[in-house]
């Protein structure tokens, strides 16, 4: 049992180039969230997905896009990268049943964009 | 729209001393979390509060929950140095699909 994994772990963009991040989970869980983490900002939602095949808007979408394709995976790419999307991308995920009460997190992949 | 604010934002403290953190959010909520972040690392889930009145206890730590006052406290008693990390609190809307907001966090130094 792996739990949430994430991949790449670190990545170097140039501005202008794109990227896609994979969130991976084996704990059957239907919610699944990516996070941005910046120094002094907490974590800021940028997409979520409730279920396999839909996704939603969080607090900071813009320049980014998501797709559920499978239950267990959710990625999160970048169409043309810019500075301001430098940061540490989480990737967290959720049951929905009765026993919900907390998101399980993934390591972290640290994106630097030129 | 959700604020939650965390105060103070760095803490430095001795071992062996006691001290709160103070976690404030903006609107009606009935979840609360609590999780530490070592650096260059994930988040660690410590606590989930769910009612008013709530209370838990991990070690040195303790949280609570005061709905009416929309607040909850991370307790630390007799601090050690283990305990040096970043803590966050963030809270999730009532129903919904659990999209939490986070606060800023708290960076906890504790030195002997």
């Known amino acids: 049992n792996a739990g949430v994994t994430q991949t790449p772990k670190f990545r170097v963009l140039k501005t202008g180039q794109s990227m896609t991040l994979l969130c991976a989970q084996d704990m059957n869980h239907e919610y699944m969230y990516w996070y941005r983490q910046d120094p002094g900002m907490g974590l800021r939602l940028i997409h979520y997905?409730?279920?396999?095949?839909?996704?939603a808007k969080g607090e900071v979408p813009d320049g980014y896009n998501v797709s559920r394709l499978k239950k267990q995976n959710f990625l999160l790419g970048l169409e043309s990268a810019a500075p301001s999307q430098t940061s540490v991308y989480f990737c967290?995920?959720?049951?929905?049943?009765?026993?919900?009460?907390?998101?399980?997190f993934g390591p972290g992949t640290r994106l630097t964009v030129l | 729209e959700l604020k939650v604010e965390q105060n103070p934002l760095f803490l430095s403290m001795q071992e062996g001393k006691n001290y709160t953190i103070y976690c404030n959010y903006s609107?009606?909520?009935?979840?609360l979390y609590w999780y530490r972040q070592d650096p260059g690392k994930s988040l660690e889930s410590l606590f989930v509060?769910?009612?008013?009145?709530a209370v838990k206890q991990e070690g040195r730590l303790m949280a609570s929950l005061d709905t009416k006052a929309r607040l909850s406290t991370l307790h630390i008693t007799a601090a050690v140095h283990d305990l040096s990390a970043t803590y966050f609190c963030a809270v999730g809307p009532r129903g919904g699909y659990s999209t939490l907001t986070f606060g800023k966090g708290t960076m906890l130094l504790v030195s002997p």
């Open positions: 997905s409730v279920g396999e095949g839909t996704t």
């Open positions: 609107t009606t909520s009935d979840r």
């Open positions: 509060l769910l009612s008013n009145g």
């Open positions: 967290a995920s959720l049951t929905s049943g009765p026993t919900r009460d907390t998101q399980y």
